[in-house]
């Protein structure tokens, strides 16, 4: 137990010194606790989340009563699927939302026309927060070289620290 705990607190220690940050996706529920049903406004519950690349819409409805259409501004405007770009019918659906973009989803059954349509506006991922190191105007001055992690840089740093702890592990 006492060498898992060590090899734990080891690849804790390695992790936060490389500097990578553990980016998680926010699943949406659209409704919440009321689901993908008509009569709810969607555009309430929309406006009050911000939606990032790689975030989740999900939607939770009574399964072949309900579907999802992604659809264009016209065919939300309009209820219409004509041109869907996606469809969804399994009742508990996850959605990658991977640009930054309008969507817009519609329930295809006739709900649209009850409220069951939702738009949600994707936004960039924003960038990380600036360095924490607080420095005089006399310590900028002076030659100093700090490490920087480029993006493709993180997924190698990710692929040796998994190598180095898949070594030390097994």
């Not at 500097?19 to 993908?36: F, P, Q």
Request: proline content about 5%; aromatic content about 12%.
């Amino acid at each position: 137990m006492l060498n898992f705990a060590l090899k734990l607190l080891f690849l804790i220690c390695i992790i936060n010194t490389t500097g990578i940050n553990l980016v998680s996706a926010t699943d949406h529920i659209v409704g919440a606790n009321k689901g993908w049903n008509p009569g709810i406004n969607y555009t309430i519950w929309a406006n009050n989340h911000t939606f990032y690349v790689g975030d989740l819409i999900s939607f939770r409805y009574t399964k072949n009563q309900y579907n999802v259409f992604e659809v264009n501004q016209t065919g939300y405007d309009n209820c219409t699927i004509e041109g869907a770009t996606g469809n969804w019918s399994k009742g508990k659906d996850f959605i990658l939302l991977d640009k930054a973009q309008r969507y817009y989803f519609i329930c295809g059954t006739g709900g649209c026309y009850q409220g069951m349509k939702v738009t949600v506006l994707v936004h960039p991922l924003p960038s990380p927060p600036p360095s924490k190191n607080h420095t005089s105007s006399d310590e900028k001055s002076a030659a100093t070289i700090t490490p920087q992690i480029v993006p493709w840089s993180s997924s190698l740093m990710v692929v040796v620290l998994a190598s180095l702890v898949h070594q030390i592990w097994f």
